[in-house]
């Protein structure tokens, strides 16, 4: 009997000291598109949950991976359950919706993104181990580099899967161009072939 009291006692002691941790999604992004997310780094503890608020314009909530930071972290690693809120249109504060995210696990670093903002920064993070190379800075620069708009990520992104089939239909191009040269040499090379012939019956 007592053993089931305490065991009561520290699930209580448990939900009392987890806590509801809002994130305002929508935010003033025209100098900081991470201000998409406020706060954008924050810490949490096993049995927290996470509230994405959306407030304003049409924004999403979705969890990532630092390697792929503006991709569904299911797309990228199958055996991550990651969430995703879709996009949620709040309007001017007039179509307020939640999306509450449990931690269950706060040892390892959540990334999230937008998926309107995301390529100029809109990206976030909970738990994040600032000792290691994965920090917000680190991972606000993938998601630039990977999939903004400017001259220089655009030749690094042709590398990403997106533009496989830029490639493969560039190099078939490529490669069907000698083919044409060929058609083309050989029909000179046979015209030059006949030529003496049409002059030895003109000479007849």
């Known amino acids: 009997?007592?053993?089931?009291?305490?065991?009561?006692?520290?699930?209580?002691?448990?939900?009392?000291?987890?806590?509801?941790?809002?994130?305002t999604v929508g935010g003033n992004t025209t100098d900081n598109p991470g201000a998409v997310f406020d706060p954008q780094q924050l810490t949490a503890t096993q049995g927290?949950?996470?509230?994405?608020n959306f407030t304003q314009g049409n924004h999403t909530a979705t969890q990532?991976?630092?390697?792929?930071?503006?991709?569904?972290?299911?797309f990228t690693n199958e055996t991550i359950n990651g969430f995703d809120s879709g996009f949620r249109n709040a309007g001017n504060k007039s179509a307020i919706t939640t999306l509450e995210v449990p931690i269950t696990d706060n040892t390892?670093?959540?990334?999230?993104f937008d998926w309107n903002t995301c390529a100029q920064g809109g990206v976030g993070g909970v738990n994040i181990?600032?000792?290691?190379?994965?920090?917000?800075?680190?991972?606000?620069?993938?998601?630039?580099r990977l999939n903004g708009t400017d001259s220089d990520s655009s030749s690094s992104s042709s590398?990403?899967?997106?533009?496989?089939?830029t490639h493969s239909s560039t190099s078939t191009s490529a490669t069907s161009t000698p083919s044409s040269n060929d058609a083309t040499r050989a029909l000179i090379y046979g015209g030059s072939a006949v030529i003496p012939?049409?002059?030895a019956a003109l000479s007849l």
């Open 1 to 23: 009997m007592r053993s089931f009291a305490l065991l009561a006692l520290s699930a209580l002691a448990a939900s009392v000291s987890a806590k509801r941790i809002v994130v």
């Open 48 to 52: 927290d949950v996470l509230v994405f």
């Open 64 to 74: 990532s991976t630092f390697a792929s930071p503006c991709t569904a972290a299911h």
């Open 108 to 112: 390892t670093t959540i990334w999230f």
């Open 129 to 144: 181990n600032d000792s290691t190379l994965e920090t917000l800075d680190g991972i606000t620069r993938n998601a630039i």
């Open 159 to 165: 590398v990403s899967g997106s533009s496989s089939a």
């Open 197 to 199: 012939l049409i002059l």
